[in-house]
């Protein structure tokens, strides 16, 4: 089946550090991706959605320039959370979507669990 | 825009009893629902989905419903299974033109099966 791996599953750091995290969809060409963030025991929060080649549609307030998203290919996807304050910690989630048709379903990956120190 | 409330936000059976969890979308054009299982630790697992255009769907012990009129659909686990414990979440999305698609997801609901 299909399968997303996100990477890394965890990372503490220091205040002001940025952070990369990586999207990849293991075995089809994702032609959009999407980034959430999930507070602990609350819902998923879509944060933006990428399409390979070109810029992101971020949610209303969501900082663009905080959270600088990249789909370079069609299997791979980053989230860079940029000068990361204790605020920024929670939980993000990458998804895939297989091509552009609403038939096929979104997969998510396990997640990265992000700590500001 | 889209609304989608989950109920309830805690759940608990005994071992071998059914599940049912329920939602309620506010957008007359959703066409998708898909529901997700997440473990602790997690993303979440899609385990069944369904579309409009169906108004019920099973896989083994799963299935969902869908009524259109009333907006609502629920996702019904029978013969319930300790690992099915997880928090369970629903969302609806319809097309936004040109393949765009956007989830709104649910509250979530904890299901604890206790054995």
């Known amino acids: 089946g299909a399968v997303v791996s996100q990477h890394p599953s965890r990372v503490i750091c220091k205040s002001g550090t940025s952070v990369k995290i990586e999207c990849r969809s293991l075995d089809f060409q994702a032609t959009t991706m999407f980034w959430y963030r999930q507070f602990p025991k609350q819902s998923l929060m879509l944060m933006a959605t990428s399409n390979e080649g070109s810029k992101a549609t971020y949610e209303q307030g969501v900082e663009k320039d905080k959270f600088l998203i990249n789909h370079a290919s069609l299997t791979l996807s980053t989230l860079t959370v940029t000068s990361a304050h204790p605020e920024d910690s929670s939980f993000y989630i990458c998804?895939?979507?297989?091509?552009?048709?609403?038939?096929?379903?979104?997969?998510f990956g396990d997640g990265t669990r992000l700590s500001i120190l | 825009g889209e609304n989608v409330e989950q109920h309830p936000s805690t759940l608990s059976v005994q071992e071998g009893d059914s599940a049912v969890i329920k939602c309620t979308y506010s957008d007359s054009a959703s066409n998708y629902f898909p529901w997700y299982k997440q473990e602790l630790g997690k993303g979440p697992q899609l385990i069944i989905d369904?579309?409009?255009?169906?108004g019920e769907k099973k896989d083994q012990r799963i299935a969902v419903t869908l009524n259109k009129t009333a907006k609502h659909f629920s996702l019904h686990i029978t013969e319930t299974q300790p690992e099915d414990s997880a928090v369970y979440f629903c969302?609806?999305?319809?097309?936004?033109?040109?393949?765009?698609?956007?989830?709104?997801f649910g509250q979530g609901t904890r299901l604890t099966i206790n054995p």
């Open positions: 969302a609806a999305s319809k097309s936004l033109g040109q393949g765009a698609q956007k989830l709104v």
């Open positions: 369904i579309r409009s255009n169906v």
């Open positions: 998804s895939a979507r297989r091509g552009n048709s609403l038939n096929q379903p979104q997969h």
